[in-house]
C-alpha cells in the first residue's frame, strides 16, 4: 500500500547548541522527505550556529524559529507544532536534533499507518525503528506481552511488522494534525526528560494506539553524547549529567502521580529507574553531584515542583 498523496508531513527539529554538522546532516535528510523544516533554536540568543547553518541552506522549505533562550524542549515543540499546523500540515514529524532518518524512514511510516488505519486501527502515533549511534544497539519497543504483568519488550519481525507500543520516543515519531489537536500539547512544566512518555500515555488514554514500524528506520543519539557509556552485563548504560539525572528522576516521580497511567506500568518502570541511579552513581563520571541531583529530583518530584532546574 502506497502512502496518501494527499499527505503534507511538516518536520520539527529542536536545537541547542548542537554539532553543526550533525544537524546539517539531519536537515539535508528532512527537507528531501517532508514539506517543509521547521527548525525551533532553544540556543541562547548570543551563540548563532543554528542561524547561520540555516542561511546557508539554500531551501524555502526550511524555516528557523529562533527562541533567544532555552526555554525547554516541550515549548519549542509545541511552538513547532503550532508553526506546522499554520501550514495546514496533515502530519507532524518530531525530531531531536542529533538523530539520523533513513532516506525512506518517513515513507514507511506513512506506509504503515495508513495499513494500520486500513486495518480498522485507531492510529495516534507510528514511530520508527531506532539505533543508538554511538553503542550500535538497536532498541526494542515497550510492549505488552502476552502472560506477563509488568511490561515487556518486543522487536518488528517479518510476521509483525509494526508493535504496538506502550510509548515511543520522541524523535521519528509521526503525528497526524488531527490527534495532535485532540490530545493536547506536550507538558512545558515537564522541561525536558518525560515529554514524550507523559504524551504517550495520554494519547493512549484518549484510545489512541501507539506503533512501531520495523520498516522506518532511525539512528539516535541516546544519553549525553560527550559523555562516555559503559556495559553491565547484557546492557549498555550511557552517561548523563547530573541536571539530566535530575530531570529524569523528578519527572518520572511527576508521571507515578498521575492517576491516568496504569499502575503495574508505573511499578515496573520504577524498578529501572532505580537501576538508573545505581549505574549513574556508581559508574558515572559525577557520581556524587548525581546522587545528590537525584535526592533532589526525588524531592521536587513528590511536591510537584516543576518547571526548569532552579540551581
Known amino acids: ?11 520539527v527539529v529542536v536545537a541547542y547548541q548542537p554539532d553543526t554538522g550533525v544537524l546539517r546532516a539531519l536537515l539535508d535528510v528532512l527537507l528531501a522527505q517532508t514539506e517543509g523544516v521547521l527548525v525551533v533554536d532553544n540556543t541562547p540568543a548570543d551563540d548563532r550556529r543554528v542561524e547561520t547553518l540555516c542561511a546557508a541552506l539554500p531551501h524555502d522549505a526550511l524555516r528557523l524559529i529562533r527562541l533567544g533562550q532555552n526555554l525547554g524542549i516541550a515549548h519549542a515543540l509545541n511552538v513547532g507544532i503550532d508553526a506546522a499546523l499554520a501550514e495546514e500540515a496533515t502530519h507532524v514529524l518530531l525530531s531531536d536534533q542529533d538523530s539520523l ?3 525512506d524512514m518517513v515513507a514507511e511510516l506513512l506506509r504503515a499507518q495508513d495499513a494500520l488505519m486500513h486495518a480498522g486501527r485507531r492510529v495516534g502515533v507510528v514511530g520508527p525503528t531506532y539505533t543508538d549511534r554511538h553503542t550500535g544497539i538497536t532498541f526494542p519497543f515497550q510492549a505488552e506481552v502476552p502472560g506477563k504483568f509488568f511490561y515487556g519488550h518486543r522487536r518488528p519481525d517479518a510476521t509483525h511488522p509494526t508493535i504496538e507500543a506502550l510509548t515511543l520516543i520522541t524523535s521519528g515519531t509521526l503525528i ?21 512518555i507523559e504524551w504517550s500515555h495520554r494519547a493512549r488514554a484518549a484510545g489512541y494506539a501507539l506503533f512501531g514500524v520495523g520498516a522506518a528506520v532511525m539512528f539516535h543519539s541516546m544519553g549525553d553524547h560527550m559523555l562516555r557509556s559503559w556495559r553491565l552485563g547484557w546492557r549498555n548504560e550511557s552517561a548523563y549529567s547530573p541536571v539530566r539525572v535530575y530531570y529524569r528522576i523528578r519527572n518520572f516521580v511527576a508521571l507515578c502521580r498521575m492517576p491516568g497511567i496504569r499502575r503495574r506500568w508505573k511499578l515496573r518502570s520504577a524498578a529501572y529507574w532505580v537501576y538508573f541511579v545505581y ?3 556508581v559508574f558515572g563520571q559525577q557520581r556524587l553531584a548525581a546522587l545528590r541531583m537525584a535526592a533532589r529530583g526525588l524531592r521536587d518530584g513528590l511536591r510537584g515542583r516543576m518547571g526548569p532546574w532552579q540551581g
Open 279 to 281: 549505574t549513574q552513581t
Open 1 to 11: 500500500m502506497q502512502p496518501q498523496a494527499s499527505s503534507r508531513v511538516f518536520a
Open 176 to 196: 497526524p494534525a488531527s490527534v495532535l489537536r485532540e490530545v493536547g500539547p506536550m507538558r512545558e512544566d515537564f522541561f525536558i526528560d518525560h515529554v514524550d
Open 101 to 103: 532518518p533513513a532516506p
